[in-house]
């Protein structure tokens, strides 16, 4: 990879190559863009293939938080970062060098729990930092308010393509029951929803049939079913040529990241299919919703009157797409960067 090539390309400020000599511990931070605000982003520790596999996996995930907030109209900017490490090496002095870095940007980051950092974890980056938030006592973690978020992009995505104020009978295929695909079943259920459900774990969908009345189904079968919506809730990169010409459902509206395996191309088949895409950094914006109000000083009801932005961004996607022609990916990126050239030009004329 063409290191300055490629962060231009992909419009980031900033990439901080951390590495602590005695503990021979390697992090990167980067920093996609701050013209909304402070760039807030998730930590995620991964025993990554190669170096190259970690600076793509940054670049991309800090991108997608720019985006994320400038779609939540949130005022904070896109960053991320990944600690290159075996998790079962993981120590509490390396997550210690860890708040050391992220204290170094002086708020110019802000950070939070992801794949393999706990919450126990951020206490100990804590002790080095205050820029970090997502500490579980405070709000409870970000799963259920995500899972608010995905309910009401649904029902945004049921309004527009299938004309009905609610899901009341409507057939949804989730895939995946953890922490933010329960409450959603909960919450689809609860609605009247006909759900379908699968999980690696046979404990969970067993749970959920038992407290929903769920069907459950292989894994392999989830994208073939004959439902209205299908509700990618475990992995990224699942909406791809293998996947999509099974899929039978009109709507996909799910909290995954990086649903899309290619953005462009699968984006660009899902519509020639006729399926509604939700796209997922707008859908899924409950937890970065979540972390921002702790950040300000957690107020759940604030929390949740902000989620019902989500809603109403995806009907102005739809439509957007709609009349431009052009993929509800790319409508969403549009929106995005809109909001963000206008924080610039504001700036710009506060400084003249
Ligand atoms: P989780 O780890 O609690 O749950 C994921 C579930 O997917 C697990 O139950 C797992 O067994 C299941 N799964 C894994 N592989 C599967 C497969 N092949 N088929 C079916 N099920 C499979 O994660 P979560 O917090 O519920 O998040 C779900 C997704 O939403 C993730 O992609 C996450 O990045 C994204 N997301 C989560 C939040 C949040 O607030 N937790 C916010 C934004 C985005």
Redesign the pocket.
């Known amino acids: 990879m063409k290191l300055f090539e490629t962060v231009k390309e992909m419009g980031h400020e900033q990439v901080l190559f951390c590495h602590d000599k005695d503990l021979d511990f390697k992090a990167i931070i980067a920093l996609h863009d701050t013209s909304l605000g402070p760039a807030m982003g998730a930590t995620r520790l991964w025993s990554y293939a190669s170096e190259q596999d970690a600076l793509r996996d940054v670049l991309r995930l800090s991108r997608g938080m720019t985006y994320k907030a400038a779609c939540a109209n949130i005022p904070v900017g896109g960053g991320k970062a990944v600690i290159i490490a075996n998790p079962d090496n993981k120590t509490d002095e390396m997550l210690r060098a860890y708040g050391r870095f992220v204290n170094s940007l002086k708020g110019r980051f802000i950070t939070g729990q992801?794949?393999n950092i706990t919450p126990q974890d951020v206490s100990t980056i804590r002790q080095e930092t205050n820029y970090v938030v997502g500490v579980e006592e405070k709000s409870g973690?970000?799963?259920p308010?995500?899972a608010m978020g995905v309910f009401l992009g649904v029902k945004a995505a049921v309004e527009f393509r299938l004309n009905k104020t609610d899901v009341a009978g409507i057939k949804v295929a989730v895939?995946?029951?953890?922490?933010?695909?329960?409450n959603l079943c909960k919450h689809l259920h609860e609605n009247g929803a006909k759900l379908f459900v699968?999980?690696?774990?046979r404990e969970?969908t067993d749970e959920i049939k038992c407290l929903y009345g769920a069907t459950v189904v292989e894994?392999n079968e989830?994208y073939s079913l004959d439902v209205d919506i299908f509700s990618p809730?475990?992995?990224?990169g699942i909406l791809n040529s293998a996947t999509i010409p099974q899929i039978k459902a009109s709507i996909v509206a799910?909290?995954?990241?990086n649903q899309l395996e290619d953005e462009v191309l699968h984006g660009k088949i899902l519509e020639a299919k006729r399926i509604l895409y939700c796209p997922?950094y707008v859908i899924?914006a409950?937890?970065l919703i979540?972390v921002y109000n702790e950040m300000i000083g957690y107020d759940e009801e604030r929390a949740f009157q902000q989620l019902n932005n989500i809603h109403d961004t995806l009907l102005e996607i739809f439509s957007r797409a709609q009349k431009q022609e052009i993929t509800t990916h790319e409508a969403s990126k549009r929106l995005a960067e809109d909001r963000i050239l206008k924080a610039k030009h504001l700036k710009a004329m506060a400084l003249a």
């Open positions: 992801d794949v973690g970000p799963a308010i995500t895939q995946g029951l953890g922490n933010v695909g329960k699968t999980d690696i774990s969970k894994p989830i809730c475990a992995l990224g799910g909290a995954a990241n997922d899924n409950g937890g979540n």
